[in-house]
T-cell receptor
Framework: SQQGEEDPQALSIQEGENATMNCSYK?????LQWYRQNSGRGLVHLIL?????REKHSGRLRVTLDTSKKSSSLLITASRAADTASYFC?????????????FGQGTRLTINP | DGGITQSPKYLFRKEGQNVTLSCEQN?????MYWYRQDPGQGLRLIYY???????QKGDIAEGYSVSREKKESFPLTVTSAQKNPTAFYLC????????????FGAGSRLTVL
């Protein structure tokens, strides 16, 4: 089963609104990361939050981490049409004796002009 | 500019043929990875290599093979034993042992005719 599961699978909002995506995971983690993927392209790293951090900001991005609930959220404020992409969470954890980065299934975000 | 180059971007293969996807990086990164991406399933790890002349199987290695003869290069061969090879293939590298942050190539889309 997936280590990271994202919600919602798809999100469509108007330009200027805020977009929130959620990620849940199953095991203890070292850190959690968010990546962005434009259609047909590779992933680009956005932000990393360590297991001892609760919130982190980068520009219009705000990430929260709740290790007691094993969940994270990514907030994009004042969305723009160029934010249209898929967003993936990835958990960095020890799984079966090896350190692994495991990706969720992604949230497909559409910003309507 | 430093980065990861994947080629070809699009590849068509007849059933029963082996194909090799190229991945070259000039980031001086030690670790390199191959992921497979199918619609709605996120990224799944095929193979990874921490150092030259060494590599390990990921979660879905069956039907694939790799080599790591040079630090810069990590080619992936999709063999005829891979039952359902049509997918988007992503190569990535990691430079810092302390944080498992990946840099991705632009991807190669393989279609079996």
């Amino acid at each position: 089963s997936q280590q990271g599961e994202e919600d919602p699978q798809a999100l469509s909002i108007q330009e200027g609104e805020n977009a929130t995506m959620n990620c849940s995971y199953k095991t203890s983690i070292n850190n959690l990361q968010w990546y962005r993927q434009n259609s047909g392209r590779g992933l680009v790293h956005l932000i990393l939050i360590r297991s001892n951090e609760r919130e982190k900001h980068s520009g219009r991005l705000r990430v929260t981490l709740d290790t007691s609930k094993k969940s994270s959220s990514l907030l994009i404020t004042a969305s723009r049409a160029a934010d249209t992409a898929s967003y993936f969470c990835a958990t960095d954890a020890q799984i079966q004796g090896a350190q692994k980065l495991v990706f969720g299934q992604g949230t497909r975000l559409t910003i309507n002009p | 500019d430093g980065g990861i180059t994947q080629s070809p971007k699009y590849l068509f293969r007849k059933e029963g043929q082996n194909v090799t996807l190229s991945c070259e990086q000039n980031l001086n990164h030690d670790a390199m990875y191959w992921y497979r991406q199918d619609p709605g399933q996120g990224l799944r790890l095929i193979y990874y290599s921490q150092i030259v002349n060494d590599f390990q199987k990921g979660d879905i290695a069956e039907g694939y093979s790799v080599s790591r003869e040079k630090k810069e290069s990590f080619p992936l061969t999709v063999t005829s034993a891979q039952k359902n090879p049509t997918a988007f293939y992503l190569c990535a590298s990691r430079g810092y042992p302390g944080a498992n942050v990946l840099t991705f190539g632009a991807g190669s889309r393989l279609t079996v005719l």
